[in-house]
């Protein structure tokens, strides 16, 4: 049964104000010391679920189970192709910027630094290169998930299928969108979450990345009925722009301007994955569908 307007309402208003809340302990942490990573990576992980957290105590407030949040795993060609499409638009970003000189590929330095780790000493560097993608693409995985299962219990799992109930997909994905983007701001403005640009060019593209991924991951939660897909696409995510093809493109000059989540060719790759997702949107239950098949 749904919700009334106003529960919905009440639901959605407290869990923004404890996510928000929440996540004022750890923006001052790290805005004080001025780095993502100081506390040796903890604050950024408290930080993370801080929306987590959130949904469980507001569940909690409004009575609600907690296996409304979508902890079952669904379909697993929706789980795969979760973890496959940050690849393939992470792909196609950097073999751009690559292509047009906008960055280079190879990093020299990174390389060798991963090649002197491993002690892979004299192999070819395009055996290095694949053994560490390979190896990066299968084990880092669980790690990147861990710290990105905190958000999204709290996005995906709460907030999506709660706005969804009255603003239906495209409503939906921009609200998400606009919060999500908003709950990153203070440690993009006012610490070292970007890459060196402005910080309105910075704040630019990682709102619209945002947007387009927020039509990509709300589709995938609608869709399967599970948070996991969620994880999945923000761990994959991560995993593939932080740690692999952002630390493998050279820098050519200008190349901040276009690499990561604060350059310009992500963002215009994942609003051309949002395009195609939201014409996809015909194959999403209705909203009091979606809710009856939640709450049965």
Aim: proline letters at 4%.
């Amino acid at each position: 049964m749904q919700d009334a307007p106003d529960k919905s309402i009440r639901a959605i208003l407290t869990f923004l104000l404890i996510t928000f809340s929440l996540s004022a302990a750890f923006y001052l942490l790290i805005i004080h010391t001025g780095k993502i990573g100081s506390g040796f990576g903890l604050y950024v992980t408290g930080l993370m679920w801080c929306p987590g957290l959130s949904a469980l105590i507001t569940s909690r407030i409004l009575n609600r189970k907690i296996s409304l949040l979508g902890w079952q795993w669904g379909n697993t060609r929706l789980q795969v192709w979760s973890y496959l499409v940050p690849f393939l638009y992470a792909l196609i970003a950097y073999s751009v910027i690559w292509a047009v000189g906008w960055g280079g590929f190879y990093n020299h330095d990174y390389v060798k630094a991963v090649t002197d780790n491993f002690g892979f000493g004299t192999l070819p560097t395009a055996v290095t290169i694949a053994f560490f993608f390979i190896l990066g693409a299968l084990y880092g995985l669980p790690s990147s998930c861990a710290t990105a299962l905190g958000e999204e219990i709290g996005w995906r799992g709460f907030l999506v299928p709660e706005l969804y109930k009255k603003l239906g997909y495209t409503k939906t994905a921009i609200v998400a969108a606009i919060i999500w983007a908003l709950w990153h701001y203070p440690i993009l403005l006012f610490a070292d979450y970007n890459s060196g640009t402005s910080a309105c060019y910075a704040l630019s593209c990682f709102t619209a990345m945002v947007i387009g991924l927020s039509f990509i991951f709300t589709w995938f939660r609608l869709r399967s009925g599970s948070l996991w897909t969620g994880v999945l696409l923000h761990g994959s995510h991560n995993l593939f722009i932080q740690m692999i093809f952002t630390p493998l493109t050279a820098d050519t000059g200008n190349t901040k301007y276009y690499v990561d989540e604060f350059g310009a060719v992500l963002p215009v790759v994942c609003l051309l994955f949002a395009v195609y997702f939201w014409t996809k949107r015909h194959q999403l239950s209705p909203p009091q569908q979606a809710i009856d098949t939640e709450t049965q």
